[in-house]
């Protein structure tokens, strides 16, 4: 149980901090690698969830509430998840016009984007880490892979054929 | 507003349908426009959803179900837009996380997560790109470069990520409430 309330409040605080589904990246990372989930399995995590169609934020939420505590963690992960946006989008829609005039939340969620974009450099120079066995491999991955996306590539297509060819060369 | 059963139904099937077939919260925006403009709701309600979507945490994919479904249908209809984007997803991610957790001590898997990490790290750093751009395209201003380094010097220090977030947000409501800066 105890650790169910503590998934809870992981994906409530996650969801109340970020700007948008892949921006929970990195502050996911802090809150649950090493003390949750694996290395590996984060990895998995976000590369099965730009793979897979839908939203990327809930499927890192299932994901890591699966690992952790099964169908129920699962399910907990999620409500902790839905629930930030639900309960403010409802208040919106009943103070709609009023919060129009009140910009703070706006310079809030403003606020925060530039600082979760350098928290997600962090995190990406972390997970970059975990290629180590590859060496310069990795690297080279890393770098086709970035100029891939931004000549458009999409991301699940890269992400597929990076993981190929890890399990191709570098299987131990 | 109509309150009638074939809208919410409608609604759903078209959430069902987003999110099946779009890779990502924010891709589902350009398909959700196509579904959704002209048929249920008018151009200017999709700009508004959006735009509030994008200025309140959470994720957006979901916050622009909210909004599309009470447009069309009321509280009913943002209940069954919130139910055609979460099923899909996580059903499926449920699935194949269920899968992988028998695979975790096999070779290939160690593999293939070797070789997806950079490719991973790749994409945070292009999305975490995509962030700073559109955040600094709307306010193109030394605020946006103070938060940004002040944060990273709190990260490098290791200050816990919730407080350096938390921080970041209070500064952006005292550094653009001044609108005459």
Redesign the interface.
């Known amino acids: 149980m105890d650790i169910l309330l503590q998934l809870f409040w992981i994906f409530l605080?996650i969801?109340?901090?970020?700007?948008?589904?892949?921006?929970?990246?990195?502050?996911l990372y802090?809150?649950v690698v090493g003390s949750h989930v694996t290395q590996?399995?984060f990895?998995?995590?976000?590369?099965?969830?730009?793979v897979?169609?839908?939203?990327?934020?809930?499927?890192l939420a299932?994901?890591v509430g699966?690992?952790v505590a099964g169908?129920p963690g699962?399910m907990v992960a999620?409500a902790g998840?839905?629930l930030?946006?639900?309960l403010?989008?409802?208040g919106?829609?009943v103070v709609l016009h009023r919060l129009r005039r009140e910009?703070?939340?706006?310079?809030?969620?403003?606020?925060?984007?530039?600082?979760?974009?350098?928290?997600?450099?962090?995190?990406?120079?972390k997970?970059?880490q975990?290629?180590d066995?590859?060496g310069w491999w990795?690297?080279a991955?890393?770098?086709v892979?970035?100029v891939a996306?931004?000549l458009k590539a999409?991301?699940?297509f890269?992400?597929i054929?990076?993981?190929?060819?890890?399990?191709?060369?570098?299987?131990? | 507003m109509k309150m009638n059963f074939s809208v919410w139904l409608r609604l759903l099937q078209m959430f069902l349908k987003v999110n099946i077939l779009s890779p990502s919260g924010p891709a589902s925006v350009g398909f959700l426009y196509e579904e959704s403009v002209g048929k249920i709701m008018t151009e200017e309600q999709f700009v508004e959803a959006v735009g509030f979507s994008n200025v309140l945490p959470g994720s957006e994919a979901l916050k622009l179900a909210m909004f599309v479904g009470y447009a069309a249908g009321g509280f009913p209809g943002v209940l069954s837009a919130l139910l055609g984007a979460i099923i899909p997803p996580t059903v499926l991610m449920l699935i194949v996380s269920a899968l992988l957790q028998r695979f975790q001590q096999e070779n290939w898997l160690m593999g293939f997560v070797a070789g997806m990490s950079p490719a991973v790290a790749a994409l945070i750093v292009f999305v975490s790109w995509e962030l700073f751009r559109v955040s600094a395209r709307k306010r193109i201003d030394r605020r946006v470069l103070l938060i940004a380094t002040l944060s990273a010097v709190a990260f490098w220090a290791e200050i816990p990520s919730p407080f350096v977030l938390l921080g970041a947000g209070i500064m952006g409501v005292l550094l653009f409430g001044r609108r005459s800066y």
């Open positions: 605080k969801n109340l901090l970020s700007t948008s589904g892949p921006a929970s990246v990195g502050l802090d809150e590996a399995q990895v998995q995590a976000v590369g099965l969830s730009s897979l169609p839908g939203s990327d934020a809930l499927q299932m994901y699966y690992a169908i699962g999620l998840s839905i930030p946006p639900t403010i989008i409802l919106v829609t910009a703070w939340l706006s310079n809030f969620v403003e606020g925060l984007a530039p600082a979760i974009s350098v928290l997600m450099l962090f995190t990406a120079w997970i970059f975990n290629g066995s590859m990795a690297w991955v890393g770098v892979s970035l996306m931004i999409p991301a699940r890269v992400v054929v990076a993981g190929i060819i890890g399990a191709y060369f570098f299987s131990r």
